[in-house]
């Protein structure tokens, strides 16, 4: 799998049989300090999806909108999925490797939950 750089890509969500639960998602793949820092912070809304990579933990601080956040460990595999309003920390999940970002109530259209495993295509 290796290093992702920023940029942009689409996100395949996985059942644990292998079966694709839900069409790909446009996503943006923040993997340098800067833009893991700035990561949704001063949007309204987003395409999609954002992948934090290397992350363990988030914080909704200076942000409009509520989110969900869902802790991917190091094969890609959900462990878990929080929604989470403006002005709050998530504490870090230990397993965690990387972290999904998308806007409130989208990741349950998608499937997403605990045990489910992602794949992520960046564009080349």
Avoid: N
Wanted: no cysteine; aromatic share 4%.
């Amino acid at each position: 799998m290796g290093r992702w750089r920023d940029g942009r890509g689409r996100l395949i969500v996985r059942a644990v049989s292998g079966e694709v639960l839900a069409p790909p998602v446009p996503l943006e793949i923040s993997a340098s300090y800067r833009a893991r820092t700035k990561g949704l912070l001063g949007r309204d809304s987003v395409d999609g999806a954002m992948l934090l990579s290397p992350a363990s933990g988030v914080h909704t601080f200076r942000m409009r909108m509520p989110i969900d956040v869902a802790y991917l460990d190091r094969r890609l595999t959900v462990i878990a999925v929080r929604t989470m309003p403006p002005g709050r920390l998530g504490l870090p999940r230990l397993r965690a490797r990387h972290v999904l970002e998308a806007e409130a109530g989208a990741m349950t259209g998608w499937g997403l939950r605990p045990g489910v495993r992602v794949q992520v295509e960046p564009t080349p």
